[in-house]
T-cell receptor, first 115, second 111 residues
Framework: DVKVTQSSRYLVKRTGEKVFLECVQDMDHENMFWYRQDPGLGLRLIYFSYDVKMKEKGDIPEGYSVSREKKERFSLILESASTNQTSMYLC??????????????FGDGTRLSIL | SQQGEEDPQALSIQEGENATMNCSYKTSINNLQWYRQNSGRGLVHLILIRSNEREKHSGRLRVTLDTSKKSSSLLITASRAADTASYFCATGYTGRRALTFGSGTRLQVQP
């Protein structure tokens, strides 16, 4: 079974801090995704990566950056955290040949609170 | 926006009853997927239906797809308290890496 692991289930940070959310998958998937989930808005795509060092903006990239130095790890970075970035963050992955045609595999999420 | 919309936003039923959730989308798709999310957890894939399929079953789940109406429904039969969760539809497009998710239906099954 594919395992997608997010480093923290809960995280509390202060406004202005630089925040790192980490995601690791163990199935050699090329594609990894970061979503943000807010009540009534469903999941919105922040960024995704289709290969090491490759990334593309999603629907709501403002205020975020990403890093993919190794295939198995995809990091989401909040450069200067703000209270409107308080949310649930979900990481997902999929093989490139399955893209658009197969289910994505999700981690358990990180609930981030910015005070 | 290509985002799908689920209907209803919330649903409360008694154990043993059937639960039906609907999803509408805006542009032609390759497939439509349904996911379940328990409170505070990640999404778990339930079922995928391709654009050339009309109906699919998996255990107590039945999914239909009407591409002419750009809509899908998820039926959970003989619901159980353990089915209490949020359910999301997501649409997949050929060659596009990311899925587009709806806003979800919160299902509460009363014991």
């Amino acid at each position: 079974d594919v395992k997608v692991t997010q480093s923290s289930r809960y995280l509390v940070k202060r406004t202005g801090e630089k925040v790192f959310l980490e995601c690791v998958q163990d199935m050699d998937h090329e594609n990894m995704f970061w979503y943000r989930q807010d009540p009534g808005l469903g999941l919105r795509l922040i960024y995704f990566s289709y290969d090491v060092k490759m990334k593309e903006k999603g629907d709501i990239p403002e205020g975020y950056s990403v890093s993919r130095e190794k295939k198995e790890r995809f990091s989401l970075i909040l450069e200067s955290a703000s209270t409107n970035q308080t949310s649930m963050y979900l990481c997902a992955s999929i093989r490139d040949r399955d893209r658009g045609n197969q289910p994505q595999h999700f981690g358990d999420g990180t609930r981030l609170s910015i005070l | 926006s290509q985002q799908g919309e689920e209907d209803p936003q919330a649903l409360s039923i008694q154990e043993g009853e059937n639960a039906t959730m609907n999803c509408s989308y805006k542009t032609s798709i390759n497939n439509l997927q349904w996911y379940r999310q328990n409170s505070g957890r990640g999404l778990v894939h339930l079922i995928l239906i391709r654009s050339n399929e009309r109906e699919k079953h998996s255990g107590r789940l039945r999914v239909t797809l009407d591409t002419s109406k750009k809509s899908s429904s998820l039926l959970i039969t003989a619901s159980r308290a353990a089915d209490t969760a949020s359910y999301f539809c997501a649409t997949g497009y050929t060659g596009r890496r990311a899925l587009t998710f709806g806003s979800g239906t919160r299902l509460q099954v009363q014991p």
